[in-house]
């Protein structure tokens, strides 16, 4: 198999109230993976509401900007840049964007597949691959 970037502009953005994502790693763009990769912006003051992934653990990596995170019963806990955060499968958690600039994370899910269950969402949107929605892009 030949290795092939998984660019920006070859996937959808998908669009929320509080920020935006890009899988760039799923079982439709890389055909037999086991993971799920995406770039996640949370926008300045925005934060998703507390939720699970049933069948998948997460690892959050924070790119940039500063946020809190929670996992489980426990307070929430501040993150930077260079951080990484597990949240394991069936857990509840949520992030929030404490800066004044996008908090810009990486995500993993372990089994692929918890991604689709966000096109549920009151406020998902969905923009096509290679069109540049928003002020920040990728």
Do not use: C
């Amino acid at each position: 198999m030949e290795p092939t970037p998984h660019r920006p502009d070859s996937v959808p953005t998908w669009l929320f109230d509080w920020g935006r994502i890009k899988w760039r790693i799923t079982p439709g763009t890389a055909p037999g993976t086991e993971l799920t990769v995406g770039d996640v912006d949370v926008h300045p003051g925005k934060g998703h509401d507390r939720h699970r992934h049933p069948e998948s653990d997460e690892v959050i990596y924070v790119l940039s900007g500063t946020g809190e995170q929670t996992v489980g019963d426990g307070p929430a806990f501040p993150v930077a840049a260079g951080d990484a955060v597990h949240v394991p499968r069936g857990v509840l958690h949520s992030t929030f964007n404490t800066g004044w600039s996008t908090l810009r994370l990486v995500v993993v899910y372990s089994p692929a597949g918890a991604e689709e269950a966000l096109r549920a969402a009151p406020d998902f949107r969905e923009a096509p691959a290679g069109e540049h929605p928003g002020a920040v892009n990728r």
